[in-house]
T-cell receptor
Framework: GNSVTQMEGPVTLSEEAFLTINCTYT??????LFWYVQYPGEGLQLLLK?????DKGSNKGFEATYRKETTSFHLEKGSVQVSDSAVYFC????????????FGSGTRLQVQP | DADVTQTPRNRITKTGKRIMLECSQT?????MYWYRQDPGLGLRLIYY???????NKGEISDGYSVSRQAQAKFSLSLESAIPNQTALYFC????????????????FGPGTRLTVL
């Protein structure tokens, strides 16, 4: 079946540091890939997505590239801010299938001033 | 107003009680989902519905039931709550997949924190 593996957190960074959160997946066919973000006390919000190999999703300074050869979708940001502190979830959705999203376990990011 | 609302936001109940969590959406989406979130486990799918007459079990449906009362409403019930159902529950919606197009985005409600004593 489909699965998503994320690096464990928490990840603690200083403001303006470079961020990488690793995500790898297992799926048959060609899933769509997503990063969702959950701010404290809130629901999940879509951060970015990519629907085919070599696509790059980007939003709010975050980027992730769909790498089919390494089955990865790592999240990066060049300069994090305190306001980026949240839990980040990698997820996949099998295009054309009836399944809903399959999520990774989430990575908590803490950015210190 | 929020597009996806959940009620209640917090609930504490006792073992054996029947609980209903409600979800409403104003996005006009056909598809609705219920997930639970546990620390370190991410979100796991409980049930999903592609329209009012199409309801499907997810990966952890045991102990839960659902009702799709209308396109905009999707309720989750715990017939006899037990402590390991203590979790954060999320409702989500999405539009149908466009033929030949990409999978659409899911939109989440704010969550219901349920504690079963």
């Amino acid at each position: 079946g489909n699965s998503v593996t994320q690096m464990e957190g928490p990840v603690t960074l200083s403001e303006e540091a470079f961020l990488t959160i690793n995500c790898t997946y297992t799926a048959t066919g060609y899933p769509s890939l997503f990063w969702y973000v959950q701010y404290p006390g809130e629901g999940l919000q879509l951060l970015l997505k990519a629907t085919k190999a070599d696509d790059k999703g980007s939003n709010k300074g975050f980027e992730a590239t769909y790498r089919k050869e390494t089955t990865s979708f790592h999240l990066e940001k060049g300069s994090v801010q305190v306001s980026d502190s949240a839990v980040y979830f990698c997820a996949l959705s099998k295009e054309g299938g009836r399944r809903a999203l399959t999520f990774g376990s989430g990575t908590r990011l803490q950015v210190q001033p | 107003d929020a597009d996806v609302t959940q009620t209640p936001r917090n609930r504490i109940t006792k073992t054996g009680k029947r609980i209903m969590l409600e979800c409403s959406q104003t996005k006009g989406h056909d598809r609705m989902y219920w997930y639970r979130q546990d620390p370190g486990l991410g979100l796991r799918l409980i049930y999903y519905s592609f329209d009012v007459k199409d309801i499907n079990k997810g990966e952890i449906s045991d102990g839960y039931s659902v009702s799709r009362q209308a396109q905009a409403k999707f309720s989750l019930s715990l017939e006899s709550a037990i402590p390991n159902q203590t979790a954060l529950y999320f409702c989500a919606t999405s539009d149908r997949v466009i033929a030949g197009g990409s999978t659409d985005t899911q939109y989440f409600g704010p969550g219901t924190r349920l504690t079963v004593l």
